[in-house]
């Protein structure tokens, strides 16, 4: 009964790397979304994975950002040449269902980046 | 596209007062109101939903489509209820519109 985790939980990096982040949702869980939190704003949706397939990405700020959910549970969050705008925490949530009452989001710790 | 604002980013009353949290939203359909909170280094969790109409710590919220606007009040703060809160807003409907959309928060800081 493990929620929905997340690693790394801090990870720095320097101008131009690229980076991938990890999210494990709750077993079972068709849909999964990834959210961008700056400091001091709400969370910014990003994409959303109903199992597998990837129906919305307009989130995602630029082509330097992809992500995958190759067998419809685990997803990678994918950054290229990260720049210091990209500085924020990372956050992931699943839901049992997308819609209806089974439709509540449960979030993880999210993953803190930093670029230096 | 939606949009959720909510007014004050800190709000700050004294333990026992009401406490009333603004959101007011932006949207052309029917959309699904939520109350988020995230209490300290702890992860962000639904406080309540609309749609379920219930009171949730001696919370409530009602939706009022005139005003655009999902208010989120309680009548007895207490101490454990300083936290950030966060309204957001869903579009329902499928086609990939499930990502929330959340207000900037709002630092609740309940003194003694």
């Known amino acids: 009964g493990a929620g929905v985790s997340q690693s790394p939980r801090y990870k720095v990096a320097k101008r131009g790397q690229d980076v991938a982040l990890r999210c494990d949702p709750i077993?079972?869980?068709?849909?999964l979304f990834w959210y961008q939190q700056a400091l001091g704003q709400g969370p910014e949706f990003l994409t959303y994975f109903q199992n597998e397939a990837q129906l919305d990405k307009s989130g995602l700020p630029s082509d330097r950002f992809f992500a995958e959910r190759p067998e419809g549970s685990v997803s990678t969050l994918k950054i290229q040449r990260t720049q210091q705008e990209d500085s924020a925490v990372y956050l992931c949530?699943?839901?049992?269902?997308?819609?209806?009452?089974?439709?509540?989001?449960?979030f993880g710790p999210g993953t803190r980046l930093t670029v230096l | 596209a939606q949009r959720v604002t909510q007014p004050e980013k800190l709000l700050s009353v004294f333990k026992g007062a009401p406490v009333e949290l603004k959101c007011n939203y932006s949207?052309?359909?029917?959309?699904?109101l939520f109350w988020y909170v995230q209490y300290s280094r702890q992860r962000l969790q639904l406080l309540l939903r609309h749609i379920s109409r219930e009171s949730i710590k001696g919370f409530t919220a009602d939706l009022n489509k005139g005003e655009t606007s999902f208010h989120l009040k309680k009548p007895f703060a207490q101490e454990e209820d300083s936290a950030m809160y966060y309204c957001?807003?869903?579009?329902?409907?499928?086609?990939?519109?499930?990502?929330?959309?959340f207000g900037k928060g709002t630092h609740l800081i309940i003194q003694p």
């Open positions: 949530a699943s839901s049992f269902r997308s819609e209806g009452l089974n439709n509540e989001q449960f």
């Open positions: 077993s079972g869980h068709v849909s």
């Open positions: 949207y052309s359909g029917s959309p699904e």
């Open positions: 957001a807003l869903r579009a329902p409907g499928g086609g990939g519109a499930d990502g929330l959309t």
